[in-house]
């Protein structure tokens, strides 16, 4: 009856972890967790890492200016 309530428990929270790393991809919060996280770590470990992260940021958003109308046409 143990090993019955165990798996049950088990497959709950489980399925209460599906629901939420699906919640978390929807509304797109996991990425920037994730990317905040690596970040910190990269900081911590490599001291120029940090500073290659915030210029991938930058770059990221960027807006690529648009290009001028042909003359020509």
């Given at each position: 009856?143990?090993?019955?309530?165990?798996?049950?428990?088990?497959?709950?929270?489980?399925?209460?972890?599906?629901?939420?790393?699906?919640?978390?991809?929807?509304?797109?919060t996991a990425g920037s967790a994730i990317a905040g996280?690596?970040?910190?770590?990269?900081?911590?470990?490599?001291?120029?890492?940090?500073?290659?992260?915030?210029?991938?940021?930058?770059?990221?958003?960027?807006?690529?200016?648009?290009?001028?109308?042909?003359?020509?046409?």
């Open positions: 009856m143990t090993a019955v309530i165990v798996t049950v428990a088990l497959g709950a929270a489980m399925a209460g972890l599906g629901v939420l790393a699906k919640r978390a991809r929807r509304r797109g996280a690596m970040a910190a770590y990269d900081e911590g470990m490599h001291g120029t890492a940090h500073d290659a992260f915030v210029e991938l940021q930058q770059q990221d958003e960027r807006v690529k200016p648009a290009e001028a109308p042909d003359p020509h046409r």
